[in-house]
């Protein structure tokens, strides 16, 4: 039953992050937040969907009231539902890496605008984020630079990288945001978000390094212009692709979202 109080949202993707958000909103009452609805394409994943939850076609998802829908699926849910949501509500989308497609970003911004949706694109691993945008004038260079066991990343988008046979820190990537997003799709949502925010997907810089000594997920931010610089580096465990400071700053987003408070990214 509806409760008018609490925040609905539906959840695109029942895998790492949406089974944690799921467990926060059971966990934690006071956040005020429920599920208004639950798509997961892999039927074994979407047989452990709370009882009463589980959505069998995206078209359907408007009449379960969602006040906002958060994508934690793929790159390709955003390409086939971004538009779809986007008509009638509020967008989060974490594979923010779908956005190097120009044609659905610009179709996605020409919604927005016609109906009066937004869309939100969290900070996720990007820290520091706001301090980036207040520099956005000055700034000549910004750089993310990632550093991960070859064992946390997919290589299934880049099957010409030997992953398995990298023995030393290895440089696997080095120049525009655009070039690397399509390589490594589900890691580099933070080079999207950070270049959406910063100097754009092709005048900022990505390093993607596989270094299979380290045990922990190293983000490093340069941003350097007119005498300023800021230097940002985040360290933190990570189990699969997302790390567990992820999950808590997606949480911190959503109640950004549902306070009015400030927001990363909207159109
Ligand atoms: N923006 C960020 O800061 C950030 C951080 C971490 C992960 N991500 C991204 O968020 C997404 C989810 O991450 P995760 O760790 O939960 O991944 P995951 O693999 O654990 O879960 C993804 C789930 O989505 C399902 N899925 C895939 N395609 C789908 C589709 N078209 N329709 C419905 N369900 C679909 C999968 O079956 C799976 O259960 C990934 O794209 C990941 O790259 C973003």
């Given at each position: 039953m509806r409760n008018n109080n609490r925040k609905r949202i539906g959840l695109i993707g029942f895998g790492q992050i949406g089974s944690s958000l799921h467990e926060m909103f059971e966990a934690q009452p006071d956040l005020n937040m429920e599920l208004a609805f639950v798509y997961e394409a892999n039927p074994e994943r979407a047989a452990k969907i709370p009882k009463g939850l589980r959505l069998e076609a995206?078209?359907?998802?408007?009449?379960?009231?969602?006040?906002?829908?958060?994508?934690?699926?793929?790159?390709e849910a955003v390409r086939r539902y971004g538009t779809l949501v986007l008509r009638e509500r509020d967008l989060m989308i974490l594979s923010v890496s779908a956005l190097v497609d120009a044609e659905l970003e610009s179709a996605i911004r020409n919604l927005c605008r016609e109906k009066g949706t937004r869309l939100f694109i969290p900070h996720g691993a990007v820290s520091g984020l706001d301090g980036i945008k207040d520099g956005l004038s000055v700034w000549e260079q910004v750089t993310i630079t990632m550093k991960k066991n070859p064992r946390n990343l997919n290589f299934d988008a880049a099957p010409h990288i030997p992953g398995g046979r990298i023995t030393k820190a290895t440089v696997l990537y080095d120049?525009?945001?655009?070039?690397?997003?399509?390589?490594?799709?589900k890691n580099v949502n933070s080079h999207a978000?950070?270049?959406?925010?910063?100097?754009?997907l092709d005048r900022t810089r990505s390093v993607l390094v596989a270094d299979p000594e380290l045990e922990e997920s190293v983000i490093?931010?340069?941003?350097?212009?007119?005498?300023?610089?800021i230097h940002i580096e985040r360290r933190n465990?990570?189990?699969g692709v997302t790390g567990k400071l992820t999950i808590l700053s997606i949480l911190e987003s959503?109640?950004?979202?549902?306070?009015?408070?400030?927001?990363?990214?909207?159109?």
């Open positions: 995206m078209e359907q998802f408007a009449l379960h009231q969602p006040d906002l829908v958060v994508e934690a699926a793929h790159p120049g525009p945001t655009r070039g690397i997003l399509p390589l490594f799709p978000t950070l270049a959406l925010a910063a100097l754009g490093t931010i340069d941003a350097v212009g007119g005498g300023n610089r465990p990570i189990k959503l109640k950004n979202i549902f306070g009015s408070r400030e927001v990363i990214l909207t159109c």
